[in-house]
């Protein structure tokens, strides 16, 4: 078991950067995949970004690649999400989730229902 909290959300204005953090605690952090995901009003979750076991190895969404970047701290169990040049496009809850399955190598999958523990959200809203 994991538990996972995400901070760190709020309202921006457009072209603003803004960092989130997932704070993990239970199981050996390091043996987790993690992703976030992001779900907007009316549509469907949606994948932003996820880090292989010791940040070796990153993969992004179309729609956040050069302008997110993700890292994590296996020391503090804490994997981050640097948002910048943020757009409107960009509002919904964030969510921070760890995946336990066993990967040779890379970063993990795209799909949600490959991650096993999930945080309860942070609200990103971005203003134009």
């Known amino acids: 078991q994991v538990q996972l909290v995400e901070s760190g959300g709020g309202l921006v204005q457009a072209g603003d950067s803004l960092r989130l953090s997932c704070a993990a605690s239970g199981r050996t952090f390091s043996t987790f995949i993690m992703g976030w995901f992001r779900q907007a009003p009316g549509k469907e979750r949606e994948f932003v970004t996820s880090?292989?076991?010791?940040?070796?190895?990153?993969r992004y969404g179309d729609s956040v690649k050069g302008r997110f970047t993700i890292s994590r701290d296996n020391a503090k169990n804490t994997v981050y999400l640097q948002m910048n040049s943020l757009k409107p496009e960009d509002t919904a809850v964030y969510y921070c989730?760890?995946?336990?399955?066993?990967?040779?190598?890379?970063?993990?999958?795209?799909?949600?229902?490959?991650?096993?523990?999930w945080g309860q959200g942070t609200q990103v809203t971005v203003s134009s």
């Open positions: 989730a760890a995946d336990s399955a066993i990967y040779s190598s890379g970063a993990g999958s795209r799909d949600a229902s490959a991650y096993d523990y």
């Open positions: 880090i292989s076991y010791r940040g070796s190895f990153t």
